[in-house]
């Protein structure tokens, strides 16, 4: 079996797999509000209390394996699935389809 030496483009090279395991880097931004109550100071430069209303998570990480792994087996199926019909492989149900005709082209002479 053919393998590159390395795996420095994690499995992906020009948005093909290469065939090697494919590596990801995930980021998260954080949170952006915390339901403290957080000293600040206004525009006029006074000083005043900030307090955060609503539903807010300080913490991400529980939620973020699911996402993760949903977010890239969606992907997969998606390219999977464009892979096949580009490729032709599901079979043309003459019900539903009629095959593609190739115009004739006239032949001179």
């Given amino acids: 079996r053919l393998r590159t030496r390395t795996n420095r483009s994690g499995g992906i090279q020009g948005g ?11 980021a998260f931004k954080p949170t952006s509000t915390i339901s403290r ?4 100071v206004t525009r006029d430069k006074k000083e005043t209390e900030l307090i955060a209303r609503g539903r807010h ?7 973020a394996v699911p996402m993760v ?19 032709q492989l599901f ?3 003459p019900d539903f389809q009629e095959p593609l005709q190739l115009p004739k082209l006239e032949q001179s002479g």
Wanted: proline share 7%.
């Fill in 16 to 26: 093909i797999s290469n065939g090697e395991i494919i590596n990801m880097r995930i």
């Fill in 91 to 93: 079979p043309i149900n």
């Fill in 69 to 87: 792994e949903a977010s890239v087996a969606l992907v997969l199926m998606d390219q999977l699935l464009a892979q096949y019909a580009q490729c």
């Fill in 57 to 63: 998570d300080p913490c991400v990480v529980p939620r």
């Fill in 37 to 40: 109550k957080q000293n600040t």
